[in-house]
């Protein structure tokens, strides 16, 4: 035992800037862009799918990702100033696409024959959901019923809960990378090769820009790349798929985005309210806390921060239902969440920094205004995106699994909570998305189509499931004899934020205002 060199450690090690300290302002800066570009990909992703189902227009679509960008910047600053003041972005969603579908699909819209009419109507119709749905996500996170749950959470509950942050998202990496291999596959190896390998080499003064920069760098030659082959006609008689994946000027994004525009609320109209429409949005809201609480974890983590107490959680969901609130103010089509990939980035470029989250709001913010700008980069192939999803999505699973070196692996009772809530959260979702198809629309299909979507967006969701398998599981099953085994003696003093006098340096919110909003 004493040639152990690795014992169990609440805070990793070895990043070199953990969530309170700070690089110089010109590599802040660069490192803010670098989020800023990564999280393009999801939140330009997400209208491209949804707008053309509205009956949006290209010109429609650009509106759509300015303003979904705009709120996102807003959202990321409000939650790393007064959330859980992580450095954690936070854009848009893939769980509320079920229940968005369900809203597109809905008889009264598609009944409209002016395309252009019926995505005014369908996006006031999301807008409406979007404001209901929020209220359930404010009312757990500032009642601090959340945190309450919260408190169920233990080192081996929350080991495949934040795994499967990351591995539920495996159809986001390779086989969307595959779509154009000949971009995808150059850009996954250059990542590894400039983060990996090359880590150590300084080519300016003391600064490894390799291991600090892979994304601005990769990103960079492998979108020259594919203007390169764009330009060369290598696409010219390929299916419409591959030139739609692999094409940089396919996506229609520089010339519908105008110069400038400043989105503002209701600039679609006014919401409109229905009650089918907003349970089947719940599901999602949920969907999003559950995804997003793992997230936390893993952002915790990888800022060398403690385990975020229940107090900070419920702040932090609080205002990321107020994230919502905003998204169905402005309209954008989905509601917020924290970005995975930029929760992995903090990993890869081992950059914990908040200061630097806080500033790439500032870019999403800016570049969302400036219309054309912000277009030209989210224009880059999501080929080049899926790549650096394989190796982000991988680093924050694997954050999950290392809360395991908490718990006693050598337990039956703890090796099988965590297989099964592995491979329950994994195979259940499959089973749902199998049925999921735009005539059916999911497993569940019966006359109610807002109870169908609230069960498919449920059940499809990989965090979720193994969730509600692995708590369950691990607070049902011999709970006070294996309370060392499930690693409760290294979490509970999180469960309050007094518990750790490291929580005030960490957590406490700026401009003094814990006086009027006291920690507990």
């Known amino acids: ?105 809905d008889s009264s819209l598609q009944r409209i024959t002016d395309s252009h009419e019926r995505f005014l109507h369908t996006m006031r119709a999301i807008q409406g959901a979007l404001i209901v749905a929020s209220s359930i996500q404010i009312i757990l996170g500032y ?66 820009i390799f291991e600090r920069f892979p994304v601005l760098i990769c990103v960079t030659i492998v979108w020259i790349y594919s203007v390169i082959l764009t330009a060369s006609g290598a696409y010219r008689h390929k299916p419409i798929k591959t030139q739609l994946s692999c094409r940089t000027d396919r996506a229609n994004l520089i010339t519908t985005a105008p110069w400038f525009k400043f989105p503002y609320p209701l600039q679609w109209g006014p919401p409109t309210f229905s009650a089918g429409h907003s349970f089947a949005m719940m599901a999602a809201v949920f969907v ?37 609130l905003l998204n169905g103010l402005f309209g954008t089509t989905t509601g917020a969440t924290v970005a995975v990939e930029n929760v992995g980035l903090l990993g890869l470029t081992r950059v914990g920094s908040r200061r630097v989250v806080q500033i790439s709001a500032g870019f999403m913010i800016f570049f969302s205004t400036l219309g054309k700008f912000g277009a030209v980069f989210a224009s880059i192939p999501i080929p080049i995106f899926a790549a650096l999803y394989c190796i982000l999505f991988g680093l924050v699973a694997s954050v999950g699994l290392s809360f395991l070196q908490f718990t006693n692996m050598n337990s039956m009772r703890n090796l099988i909570i965590t297989g099964l809530s592995l491979f329950l959260g994994l195979s259940i ?87 009027f909003f006291p920690p507990t």
């Open 143 to 208: 009642s601090q019923v959340w945190g309450l749950l919260s408190r169920f959470f233990s080192p081996l509950g929350m080991a495949p809960v934040v795994g499967l942050v990351g591995l539920g998202l495996f159809q986001r990496g390779f086989p969307v990378l595959g779509e154009c291999v000949e971009i995808g596959l150059p850009m996954l190896i250059l990542v590894i090769g400039s983060s990996q390998y090359l880590k150590h080499v300084r080519l300016f003064r003391d600064l490894p």
């Open 429 to 515: 979702p499959q089973f749902f998305n199998e049925y999921w198809n735009p005539t059916r629309r999911g497993l569940v299909h019966s006359n109610a189509g807002w109870f169908n979507a609230i069960m498919n967006t449920i059940f499809s969701s990989p965090v979720t499931v193994s969730l509600a398998v692995a708590v369950f599981l691990d607070n049902t099953l011999e709970v006070e004899k294996s309370k060392k085994d499930r690693g409760m003696p290294w979490w509970v003093k999180f469960r309050t934020f007094r518990g750790d006098n490291r929580n005030e340096e960490f957590y406490t919110l700026p401009f003094n205002l814990n006086r």
């Open 288 to 324: 999003s806390m559950v995804e997003s609480t793992g997230a936390y974890k893993a952002a915790a983590r990888l800022a060398i921060a403690t385990p975020p107490p229940a107090y900070v959680l419920s702040r932090g969901i609080g205002w990321q239902g107020i994230g919502v």
């Open 1 to 105: 035992m004493e040639d152990i060199t690795h014992p169990p450690m609440e805070q990793l090690q070895d990043l070199e800037y953990c969530i309170d300290s700070n690089p110089s302002w010109a590599e802040t800066i660069l490192l803010a862009f670098q989020n800023y570009i990564l999280m393009l990909g999801t939140n330009v992703m997400i209208p491209s799918l949804i707008v053309p189902a509205m009956g949006g227009d290209n010109g429609d679509k650009a509106r759509v990702i300015q303003t979904l960008l705009f709120v996102a910047g807003l959202n990321t600053l409000l939650q790393a100033l007064f959330g859980t003041r992580l450095p954690a972005v936070v854009g848009g969603s893939f769980a509320y696409v079920v229940p968005i579908a369900y809203i597109v699909g």
